[in-house]
């Protein structure tokens, strides 16, 4: 039996409406991993309402399915034919998420579910999220993630923005035929960045030989580099790699976690909240990792404000380890449908925003101009 967070003891609060709204906001440059481009988010949100308390949770999955097997049409039916009625049904978060695990699998659906409960709480109790969680205030680390570009000059000069914005971290997609010589030609100019790559499983271990050419330049890890189902495969390459691997997408639960460190499938683990099933099961991860001396750091999925902010929450977990992929918001968006936009202090750390809960605020008239749908649920 996991152990129980303290959290899941507290009562659910009473729900007087639940709402999907679903946004699509342009993005300010299209995003190219190996596996898709896309050009704008579109977003599953739920809206929470308790009395006079609304919160908000964000499902990360893309309409399509080219990241992962959720989508947005997925986790809507999830959500509201299954999850939804257990919400109803439970007396407290503890209750609620042992009977979320009879639904196998839809982590994104049911960190949606979860995260907007847990934020109804921190604000009906009046405090920050982080502060319910059980973490003191820290400024968080900034990461960038830069999708493929069409030339070398063009990453060489995202890269350059991002140095001069200070960020900790600097992520690089890559795909076959976009990788040794533009990672080369990165390192090249920027020697002292702290530089990683992120694959999304476009390689397989027929490719070891041209993956360890990675082994010179230097960098933090590579992501995912195999299979987003694997962990076997990964075991025999960081074998055969000086440069740690990251994995992402192949780790859905602790168990996962626990499997990839004993088989030393990774050095280091990317937890996105919203793909693992929601802040408590992030938060056990993270606590394994660091009690095995794994390195963890907070993935985005190009979320809203309303996701960004609940990741930077996340972040003061103290397991969290390594810069997350937590940028500026207007690395992505022109306008989010949330203020305060996240922004970089002079070096490069983020504050957290203050207030009960998200510590955010909608703007009504963003919201509307970038919805594209509504459903009453409850």
Known sequence: MKPLHPLEQEPLPPIDRMDFITVRLPFVHAFGTSVQTWTNKEALLLRVASGSEVAWGECVADPDPYYAYETTQT??????DFLLPVVEQSRTLGDLLVAFRHVR?????????????????????????????GYPARKIMSGISIGLRETPDELLDAVHAAVQKRYHRVKMKIKKGKDV?????????????????????GYTLDDTDHLKKLDAFDLMMIE????????VQHATLQKQMRTPLCLDESILTVDDARAAIDLGACRILNIKQGRVGGLLESIRMAALAAERGIEVWSGGMDETGIGRALNIHLQTAPSFTLPGDTSETSNYFHEDIADPPVVLDEN???????????????????????????????
Do not use: C
Not at 75 to 80: G, V, W, Y
Not at 368 to 375: D, H, S
């Open 105 to 133: 699998g839809h982590g994104m659906a049911k960190a949606t579910v979860e995260n907007a409960l847990i934020v109804l709480m921190a604000q009906r109790h009046g405090v920050a999220l982080h502060t319910l969680l």
């Open 348 to 378: 490069g750390f983020i504050a957290i925003p203050t207030g009960p809960g998200l510590g955010i605020t909608l703007d009504p008239h963003r919201l509307e101009r970038y919805t594209i749908a509504r459903e009453h649920i409850r």
């Open 224 to 231: 995912q580099p195999l299979s987003y189902s694997d962990i």
């Open 75 to 80: 986790a809507r039916h999830i959500i509201k």
């Open 181 to 201: 010589e533009w990672v080369a030609r990165v390192r090249d100019r920027f020697a002292d960045v702290r530089l990683m790559v992120d694959a999304n499983g």
